[in-house]
């Protein structure tokens, strides 16, 4: 569904992807680590055309993404759950959903994400659905940004970090909710620290070290290889 | 300390006019508000100042003429920056400006420390002629006195014993009513109040429902440029036109308020120096030149601008010299024809005595005219100020 | 004597009470934390200690001396000092630069107008030793916009170390960070001197239950249990709000 | 230390050797760069170290300017004269920047510019003191106890070195821990406050030094120019100068004093060839920003870092950084 | 109708002039964070323009229409060609677009001369009403009504679609809202060529009252800012009461204080911000 072949990004002058090359299959859920700086939100940002690559191709469907302005990439059907949330300060809660809205295209039969069907998901922000983004705690924040890019009612969703902030029975819930979200036929590509977070809603493990995958397998492989669990994540 | 400082700034001074004498050229420096409000009535001069060098082969007192233009911004800091290039860079020899007169006052003493004549084609501050006179400034224009002292006694004896005075809150709105008051309440009448909106006020209905309500036999209004606009137009539009009578100041005669107004300034009385439709030999003349080469018709700045550039050809030719000393003593009292007729300038105040033409704005045409009711002849100013300080 | 004392603090916005009548003791050498469920008011319950907010009704002590109406910046004078749950920190402005100024808001020389920052040696001595403890002195000299989230979080966490403080909040220290960088903070946190009290805010299990010798459970902005953490780690409720089914609860 | 002493000896020598390049008027016209110089610095110091934009600064030059000027006519000593706008001005600020910093941004603009236009109509009505719109005389003569100082050159000179004096003031500041200090204030309001700061003595500090600054430059102009009107106050000085300090690069102590040095002689320039000048001056204000790098100064480093980097390409990039950010300062 | 009264009516007219050109100058700056000091200009366009067609016979509501079309389209041209780059930095914002408004006044004056002007009231208004001895123009009653209009405009498409929270967003993390598939370069450059499309409107309303000469732009600009300010940024509400208040006291000024005349929208801005230092309706800044 999604393919990355030679991936080159920069910051300016400093080389950040050196030749990312990956692909994640329809309505599968892959989950990229990697120690901090490693390079994992430039390359969720290349993809989503926050950045635009220097060289390589980005592939989505049938469409070359690559050099696509963000927005295009989006209405293609990417959604984008960003690292550290960037909710909107000056929108409301309900604001900050329904400003994101789009209907789902005819020909996909995914669910159909309404703000009804967010708030059913994340009951506490219907609660608090007047109040401004930032007044919510960085939990509740997190759980908007998932419910706005759910929003966008995309085909492929791209989430940094989703679990960061969160207590560990909505982590547990964020998993649940991945493996609910590739049922309805979304596939998933998601950063992550949380090793068993990773390993239990993922179907296959990228690690990426100073800007290039290293290591791809299955969680199972993951979690018996210790090396590699040692040497790029720092699990002692 | 000021001795000292003549004798020190003279030195570089001489040998500017060294230089100069012996080149066939003069410099003239224009020091004019060409931009913000102030530009269309330096537009005027300007081209007044032109037309007449155009019409003596780019010549004055014999000698070719080069001019500087400079924008003061109507700001006197500005001003003296511009001073300073134009008289210790440029070396220019005679200085012909300013609009505002802030910017007179400012230039005033640093012409007398250089030696440098100044024709004021415009500024019309009162103090110029009395406390600030100076022997190297000479005004063509008028004085914020003779403006308003023009039409006092006319209204008084003619329109009504009580009146409203309104002009914007600067130093010419006070001057042009405190002349005013004097005349109308010399020949009988009286001020029963004066208001000074801001300058640049956007609305005058306060004033003018008030006037309305004080039922005086005629409001006195002095304002220019597009105060002057505003004030003629919502004076129609709250009813007051023909209701009770207007006079005003020289600016409510003058094309660059009528043209733009038109009907509006229908029944103004004002006291005006020069309108383009005056019937003398020099102003036909001048006028026919003035629309071949504008495509306009002249107002009472392209006269300022015009008689500026006479008087300096005249002063020039009759000095037989272009030193400040020689000049100077030729320009105190000297006389010329004028599109607006005769003028003198007066010694004791170096301040032209000239004719007001007390005139009604009337329709004829189709065109609003200022339609001369009296003459008042030769209006000089009195010799120091007549009011306490 | 305690070292921190929160009596009886209930905080609201609007109609919205996130905080009823929370208490808690902070002995002087614990290393207490806190957890409790996403919007629970513990980040609330931080602000309020530091004077961040003003708190409704009871009263905060130090040492007992009670600081709920001193000024947030004098508390760091006094001995407290805190990160955020959200980056705060000098974008524009180099790790170095940002050392700087957390360093030398404790000098007698801050309000020095003419000496070059720069001649303060103790300043620059201080400075070196953190980046060099932290072995980020190949990063000192880059913008603190340019560092990778996890970079910045561990920043974050130094500033407020910096002014040596007797007791020093930290809103989810490791939030954000890899595994590996997590067990180095963790590991930093657990090294640091008895003289530092802590209380600390976190989600991961792991951190938690590394570093804590008591406990506070806040839920819906009451205080519900506090304890030792096995205490906690055997709470039916504690484990059914928060662990989750207690999956991972042991770590 | 050193870097200063540099600075302070390139900056003299150009003092000194201007005269020998420019006309009696490129003199005169250079002493009131120095001056304006001065003036954009104070702003330039707010703007770039306290993130305090003020659309009415002109209100401490007019108060400078006017002190010399009414003052003049008492007192004869310039020692005190020039002191006492100092002290007015710096209270003057100290008193309404404590009210003024409690608005932020735009709304600081704004409150400024009220106080500048307060100000301005302050010196328009006071007209039995100030002759009002028309502006008054100045008759202080300057005379530091070596004989009165009269001369075009002398008057340079004095310029020239108080310029001198106000940028090594300004650079001690900068580099100080106060300095650096409001510059984190700046910044980061909320983490200062959190690692122990009373921002607000910072920000009002830098303010009042500014406004003191500014006065200063009110009262040399005073001396320089014997002449002063209202408009010295007024809401279009202050913004020329707002201006000046953007052309020369925010955030660089130099720099708005270049700003000022360009702005000023463009203007007169331009305007002395063509009487389209505000359309030449816009379009190359515009130009300016479109090219991208910031002030002038900004490109005078951008330019030098490109050609030391190309010099020494051994260097890293840190260390390239590090040229960079010593740079500003100056 | 009493003094009082035609004086309120006065205030109110010029009050919903004022919210005109700052509700233009508001949506720009406190919507989308832009300092545009060329909106007096544009105004100043605005009225030239409409001048430029009524003088060829062309009737008012055409002009009116023209010109609004003319200015909305150079709004779109200056903030793709010039604007756009200059997202996020306000210095620069302040440095371009006070270049660019010396650039268009200085244009205007070649192009239109520097004579002063004034834009005929259009025939069917040009008539007063009288109550009583006192007499109010109908022209500013329509001026009124306008602005009620506009204000009405704002309220529909601020609450009733969306785009006021995209724009809104934009302003917060212009990249995240393009994340999410919004264009958000169409639609800045739309709600900028709308500002300008308001200047010019408020240019040709504000002709018959204001007149047009050169300069009139600053003495609006500084005018309209203050409005803003008061009024609080990025709130058309607050601009709204803001003018209102404004324009009143401008009137009632005159009265009560006729010799603070000149400051005392300045001293009434000082006022407001001392008491509420982010304007009337300004949200507290965090
Ligand atoms: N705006 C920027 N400018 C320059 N360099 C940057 C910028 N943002 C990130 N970097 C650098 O790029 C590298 C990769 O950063 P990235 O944010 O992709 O890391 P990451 O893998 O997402 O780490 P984390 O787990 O901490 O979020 C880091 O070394 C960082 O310093
Ligand atoms: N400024 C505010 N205005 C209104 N409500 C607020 C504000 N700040 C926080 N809240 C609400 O108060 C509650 C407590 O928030 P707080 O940030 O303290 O939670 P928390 O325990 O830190 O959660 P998390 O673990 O997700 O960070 C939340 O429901 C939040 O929405
Ligand atoms: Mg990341
Ligand atoms: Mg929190």
Known sequence: MLELADVHTYYGTSHILQGVTFSVPSGKCVALLGRNGAGKSTTIHTI???????KGDIRFQDHKVSTLPSHQISRLGIGLVPQGRRIFPSLT?????????????????????????????????????????????GGQQQMLAIGRALMTNPQFLLMDEPSEGLAPVIIDQVGEIVCKLKETGLSILMVEQNISLACQAADEILIMNKGTIVWNGTPVELLENEDIQHKYLGVS | GGAKQETTTSQSEKQGTDTATEAETIKIGLILSTTGTFAPLSEGIKNGFELYLEQHDGMLGGKKVELKLEDDEANPQVALRKYRQLVHSEKVNFLVGPISSAVVYALRDEVEKDKIVLIDANAAGDDLAWAKKSDYVYRTSFSNWQNGHSTGAYLANNVGKTAIAIAPDYPAGKEVVRAFKAAFEEAGGKVVKESYPKLGTNDFATYITDAANTKPDLVYAFFAGSDGIRFVQQYKDFGLQGKIPLGGSLEFGDELIIQPTGDATEGIISGVVYSPYLDNEQNNQFVEAYQKKYNKLPNMFSVEGYDSAQILDKAITEAGS??????????KGISFDSPRGPITIDPKTNNPIQNFYVSKNTKKDNVIVPEVLETVEKLTMPETSPFPQ | MSLLKVENISKSFNTLQVLQNVSLEVQPGERHVIIGPNGAGKTTLFNCITSHLPINSGAVYLEGKEISKIPSHHLVHLGMSRTFQKNNLFGNLTVEENLHLALASTKPYKFQVFHALSTYKDLRKETNEILEQWRINDRKDILVNNLSYGEQRLLEVLLAMASKPKILLLDEPTSGMSPAETTQTSEMIQSLPR??????????????????????????????????????????????IYFGGGAKAHA | MKKLSIYTVLLALFVIIMPLLLSDYGVNLTAEIYIMGIFAMSLGLIMGFAGLVSLGHGAFFGIGAYTVALGGQYLQNTYLLLLLSVIICGLVALITGAVFIRTSKFYFLMITLAFGQLMFALFWQMKDWTGGADGMSVSAIMNFGFGEILTPMAIYYVMGAAFIGAFILLYL???SPAGKITRGVMENESRMNALGYNIRIYKLLAYSLSGALAGLAGSLYSYYNLYVSPDLSGWMFSGQVLIMVIIGGVGTLMGPALGSGVFIFLQNYISSYTERWPLIMGALLVILVLAGKGGILHWFQYLSFKFLSRKKNTSNSSSAKQVEKEEVVS | MSIISVQLLTGLAYGMLYFMIAAGLTIILGVMNVVNLAHGTLFMLGTYIAFTFISQQYSFWVA?????????????????????RVYGKELEQVLLTFGLSFVIADSVKWFWGTEMQTIPVPAMLDFSISVGEMVFPAYRLFVVLIGCLLATLLWYLESKTRIGAVIRAGVDDRSMVGALGINVGLVFTGVFAFGAALAGLSGVLGGPLVGMYIGMDSEI???????????????????????IIIGLIETLGKVWFPSLSMLIVFLLMMIVLIIRPQGLFGREVA
């Open chain 1, 48 to 54: 989503a055309g926050l950045l635009k690559p220097k």
């Open chain 1, 93 to 137: 809660i309900r604001e900050n959903l329904t400003m994101a809205a789009r209907k789902r295209k005819a020909n996909d039969s995914g669910t159909d994400w309404d703000i009804e069907k967010v708030y059913e998901l994340f009951p506490v922000l219907k609660e608090r659905e007047k109040n401004m983004g930032t007044q919510l705690s």
């Open chain 2, 322 to 331: 272009i030193k400040s000393e020689d000049v100077i003593k030729v320009l």
């Open chain 3, 195 to 240: 003289s530092t009290t802590l209380l600390v805010i976190e989600h991961d299990m792991e951190v938690v239950f590394a570093i804590a010798d008591r406990l506070t459970v806040l839920h819906h902005g009451e205080v519900i249990l506090s304890g030792t953490p096995e205490e906690i780690k055997n709470n039916e409720l504690v484990k059914e």
């Open chain 4, 173 to 175: 500041y900068v580099n």
């Open chain 5, 64 to 84: 009116m229409l023209l010109s609004v079309i003319l200015t909305a389209i150079l709004g779109i041209i200056i903030e793709r060609l010039l604007i756009r």
């Open chain 5, 221 to 243: 600009l500084v005018t309209s800012l203050i409005v803003v300010v008061v009024g609080g940024l990025g709130s058309w509400k607050g601009s709204f009461i803001g003018a």
